[in-house]
T-cell receptor, first 116, second 113 residues
Framework: GAVVSQHPSRVICKSGTSVKIECRSL??????MFWYRQFPKKSLMLMAT?????????EQGVEKDKFLINHASLTLSTLTVTSAHPEDSSFYIC????????????FGPGTRLLVL | QQQVKQSPQSLIVQKGGISIINCAYE??????FPWYQQFPGKGPALLIA?????SEKKEGRFTISFNKSAKQFSLHIMDSQPGDSATYFC????????????FGTGTRLKVLA
């Protein structure tokens, strides 16, 4: 139980284009979803927290107009990187809470984004 | 006050040995402490978690020891195996409100065959 999927697993795009990453909780309803960014050999950096049906809450320093988050249902959240630039290249990971207990986050497998 | 300090940064253990990773927190409002295992190119996977009402929790070869007065908790991996070679992250959160995690900096464990 408590499985979270992400799609795509990796994506290469040209600078200036937008990329959408999907995060789905497959076997539970996720009342809260989180989006993280991880640089090589570094810890996870929380970008934003989203609750179904409401606006996402962004961490300090994260541009909300650049990283658009939509939490349309209790099983789906999307992150759209708009007008991507090479510095946006990173490993993006989502997590979902509400599976085994509200406080436990279950992570997706991550999405590797490379912006050329 | 929001930091979680994790040590060591890297750890090399012989097969069959005990791996010990330590974390310390400052915010006494934290009341949920999970540990995650991450392999390269993969998302973190929950290993074990503890709340401050117990001092120890064991699941298979993994044990969390929790010292509330010292604001420290540690992960012990017994009988470490080469397949345990991964990066381990501790985290702390409040089991209410936003449930945001504060992650430690990670420990890269290598278990020698």
């Amino acid at each position: 139980g408590a499985v979270v999927s992400q799609h795509p697993s990796r994506v290469i795009c040209k600078s200036g284009t937008s990329v959408k990453i999907e995060c789905r909780s497959l076997d539970f309803q996720a009342t809260t979803m989180f989006w993280y960014r991880q640089f090589p050999k570094k810890s996870l950096m929380l970008m934003a927290t989203s609750n179904e049906g409401s606006k996402a809450t962004y961490e300090q320093g994260v541009e909300k107009d650049k990283f658009l988050i939509n939490h349309a249902s209790l099983t789906l959240s999307t992150l759209t990187v708009t007008s991507a630039h090479p510095e946006d290249s990173s490993f993006y990971i989502c997590s979902a809470g509400g599976g085994g207990g509200q406080e436990t986050q279950y992570f997706g497998p991550g999405t590797r984004l490379l912006v050329l | 006050q929001q930091q979680v300090k994790q040590s060591p940064q890297s750890l090399i253990v012989q097969k069959g040995g005990i791996s010990i990773i330590n974390c310390a927190y400052e915010n006494t409002a934290f009341d949920y402490f999970p540990w995650y295992q991450q392999f390269p190119g993969k998302g973190p996977a929950l290993l074990i978690a503890i709340r401050p009402d117990v001092s120890e929790k064991k699941e298979g070869r993994f044990t969390i020891s929790f010292n509330k007065s010292a604001k420290q908790f540690s992960l012990h991996i017994m009988d470490s195996q080469p397949g345990d070679s991964a990066t381990y992250f501790c985290a702390a959160s409040r089991a209410s409100g936003t449930y945001k995690y504060i992650f430690g900096t990670g420990t890269r464990l290598k278990v020698l065959a």
